[in-house]
Nanobody, 121 residues
Framework: QVQLVESGGGLVQPGGSLRLSCAASGFTFSFSLYAMSWYRQAPGKAREFVALIPTSTGGRADYADSVKGRFTISRDNVRRTVYLQMNILKPEDTAVYYC???????????WGQGTQVTVSS
């Protein structure tokens, strides 16, 4: 079965950095055929889009305006892993961060269990 396992969350001071990882396994099709995204959900708020990286031939990465210039999404198709490098973190970035996979041409989404990121002094 499909599994997405996020890691790398934690407590960091404002202005600091973290790198999240999402390791994928159990896909029926090649990992390279899945567009990968990061979402986040803060307490009392709806889950929101953070960043997307398409398949290797599918175009450029996309980011929420709130993270542009600070976050970078990348993928390693050999390791079947997607990353989110987060720099210049702010308290408002505090949330549970989730990884999502969607195979191109479908609307079937797979989600990870999430990893907590807390930005506080």
């Amino acid at each position: 079965q499909v599994q997405l396992v996020e890691s790398g969350g934690g407590l960091v001071q404002p202005g600091g950095s973290l790198r999240l990882s999402c390791a994928a396994s159990g896909f029926t099709f090649s990992f390279s055929l899945y567009a990968m995204s990061w979402y986040r959900q803060a307490p009392g708020k709806a889950r929101e889009f953070v960043a997307l990286i398409p398949t290797s031939t599918g175009g450029r990465a996309d980011y929420a305006d709130s993270v542009k210039g600070r976050f970078t999404i990348s993928r390693d198709n050999v390791r079947r892993t997607v990353y989110l490098q987060m720099n210049i973190l702010k308290p408002e970035d505090t949330a549970v961060y989730y990884c999502k996979a969607r195979r191109v041409g479908t609307i079937d989404d797979y989600w990870g269990q999430g990893t907590q990121v807390t930005v506080s002094s």
